[in-house]
């Protein structure tokens, strides 16, 4: 009995425990070009002005890649909500 008890416990951690690595897992990127533009949102995050400029000019950069960054990331354009 104590060892069900015990198995149950380690299940329900183990779910907890990967259910939090998926929400709070980082942008991964899909190639070179987004790999450069998650790079200049973390530091446009952390108040590089400068990142935050060519953030905003690769993204503006291709009109079809912007929109799809728009579905992938839109928490990166929450002001336009």
């Given at each position: 009995m104590t060892l069900r008890r015990l198995m149950t416990a380690l299940v329900i951690a183990?779910?907890?425990g990967g259910s939090a690595g998926?929400?709070?897992s980082p942008a991964?990127?899909?190639g070179a070009v987004e790999a450069e533009i998650i790079g200049f949102h973390q530091l446009c995050e952390k108040g590089d002005?400068?990142?935050c400029v060519r953030f905003g000019i690769l993204?503006?950069?291709n009109e079809q890649r912007?929109?799809?960054w728009r579905r992938a990331h839109?928490?990166?354009f929450w002001f336009e909500r």
């Open positions: 183990a779910g907890i998926i929400i709070a991964h990127a899909q002005r400068k990142a993204i503006g950069r912007n929109a799809d839109a928490d990166w």
